[in-house]
């Protein structure tokens, strides 16, 4: 059975629209991540289903009850908030163990929750501390004990690491991944970072203007991105998205000129474009291979005259930062160490396997990466 | 290691800051001390001593003497009677207007913003203006001229309903309601066992200006109150003013009331408010929230 299913769900303040019919079933024991920019919906999706925001149409459905109407205590949901919202006049005990009192738990039976809860999340330390004495990634460790000891049939996550510093985030994200592991509960998790909804994911569901872009495993959204909008919005650094017109299309074979001052051609496999289309190629920036002005290119590739604007070293990996003549600058990622320099006049090597086709619409076009 | 500051130059900007800021603390600081002062020294001294003379023990004892025990410590019994209208008031008014509040600020319902409206036209007329409609009313209920009517009559405080409002709508972290909601906390539990523990700042503050309104209240303590046993102290003191004559040329009498005790009395109406103000600043200072989310 379902842990979660979302039924058409639709929300408006007033006359705005912000949740625009959402269908989507979660399973027992996933870990499902919302991802969107802020005003995405994603926030007030993962509100509706705790229970904070009103339904204005649709059903939500929790391990198959209807709790549509139901007041968020009765939906066996915990949920941790982006600022924590730990009760500043409890200490980290009785924080942990309010719902357990409300729900009239017996002495014994909090305290013996509270202090397995604690032994996960290594809190044992801090049980008679007040909130404020705790630092943000302690206080976010409060917040999902709270939410543990409730034995929730589904956990929501709002945003529960953006108030972290970097370091901290990661730690949290391992640590949120291995309670994940531990209990085997149904997880939904909202946030904008792709990073950890990339490493955290069974599923991803990208949002955009309130509705669902594309539902899938990380990787398949990386690879087989739907639409634009999931293009540009997972990977980082960001795919490439280059303008073109259709020049010629014949058998699934097409002609793409770039918008570009060179005018460059790429020839792509792809169906359903026709002579005139304006489209826009998606490329990935570790699929572009950088080759020195005036050498020849190797075979598969199709080259773009470019220069150098800026260069960022990690020391891993190299970002170079290309003027290809096209509206946004293009970003390559070089394996390694580089000595690109900026003003370097360079040439940029597209794989023409290796290249998304959107059209005018934004939607994906069968492609030989595309479906 | 010790800092280092700028040392001061006086230009004329902030010369006549200063001179401004002295003359202002002079202007009234100098009523209130001489108040203080002037409830030590006998009437003779007062009539002939520079103003700021200290008076003796001696002085001051014997009026205190000649205050608290004219007409069988009838002063007693109306600063009693002034604790029991304000202790009374102020917790009918914190019953009413902390719940209402919080209501205003946390709640949706139709008519809401007639009451805020409605609650700030009752916080800007002036008390006096509702005294004798007041009075009629609890004419007819019976309850003029007892200590229920007064207690009832000055546990209406709007300004403290909007104070709460206005902290319940700014101070409370949406997220630790909402936390508390996903605990399982009902209404009422939202308010009991969240909101309320988090509000003692503000309930200081309402207790406070409830206090200082009730204390200090004299036009509707005198129309509702005709019965001297009744009397609050501002009440108590005028009538005890007027009727010895102390403050006008009147020929001599043998009233012991004459301005050391005025000056006396006007200490004991202003000293509790003192006191209680030092008590509650402590906790209207807000430090109670810091934690609960980022910060």
Redesign the interface.
Known sequence: MAAVELKNVRKSFGTVDVIKGVDLTIDKGEFVVFVGASGSGKSTLL?MI???ETVSDGDILIDGKDVTFA???ERG???V?????????MNVYDNIA??LK??RFGKDEIDKRVKEAARILRLNELLSR?????S?GQ?QRV?IG?AIV?NPKVFLFDEPLS?LDAALRVQMRLEIERLHRELGTTMIYVTHDQVEAMTLADRIVALDNGRIQQVGPPLDLYARPNNLFVAGFIGSPKMNLLPAKVLSAADGKATMGLDTSSGTKVDLTTRGASIGDAVTLGVRPETLEVVAAGAAVPAGLTALPARVESVERLGNITYAYLDGGTPEVITVQVMGHSDLQPGQEVQVGLRSDQVHVFDAAGAVMASAVGR | MSSRTAPMRLNLGRFVVFATLAFAVCFYGIPLLWLFIAGTRSEASLLTDPPFALGTWEAFSRTWTNLTTYNNFQILTWAGNSLIYSVGGVLLSLIASIPGGYALAQSEFPGRKLILTLTLIAMITPSTAVVLPIFLELNLLGLSNTYAGLILASGFFPFGVYLTYVYFSTSLPKGVMDSARVDGANRFQLFTRIALPLARPIIALVAFFSFLAIWSNYFLAFVLLSDDKLYNLPVGLTALVSGSGALSNLPSNDVPIKKPEVVLAAILVVLPVLLIFMAAQRFVRSGMLSGAEKG
């Open positions: 509100r705790a229970g904070l007041e968020p205590s949901i915990a949920m908030f982006q600022s924590y919202a730990l009760y500043p006049h309010f719902n409300l729900a007040s909130p404020a004495q705790l943000g206080r917040a709270r409730r108030n």
